[in-house]
Nanobody
């Protein structure tokens, strides 16, 4: 299984970025994907999660109304649209995959992880 994030970068506060998570090497009939982030000196924290048919989704309170997780139709890619970015959103963002339709905020329940992509928001 390969999980690969892309789309990170440097953006000014108030700007937008779109992260992509491409999954390969497995069948996708039933699984969920999530985004986590980790800022320097802090623990990894949950950002958003969705099952593969986008029927059940969860967001951290800190990103509700600003971030949207969605599957790109016709591809094995789960994206995270990030709008109204704030300096406190600066972190390495990780995509993670788990078997099953249930979404969860717990990192240990995700089986496969990408290497992460850096998002930096300047003030």
């Amino acid at each position: 299984v390969r999980v690969a994030e892309s789309g990170g970068g440097l953006v000014q506060a108030g700007g937008s970025l779109r992260l992509s998570c491409e999954v390969s090497g497995r069948t996708f009939a039933t699984y969920a994907a999530a985004w986590f982030r980790q800022a320097p000196g802090k623990d990894r924290e949950f950002v958003a999660a969705s099952d593969w048919i986008s029927a059940n989704q969860m967001y951290a309170d800190s990103v509700k109304g600003r971030f949207t997780i969605s599957r790109d139709i016709g591809s094995n890619t789960m994206s995270l649209q990030m709008n109204s970015l704030k300096p406190e959103d600066t972190a390495v963002y990780y995509c993670a995959i788990r078997t099953g339709i249930d979404v969860t905020t717990t990192p240990a329940q995700y089986e496969d992880w990408g290497q992460g992509t850096q998002v930096t928001v300047s003030s």
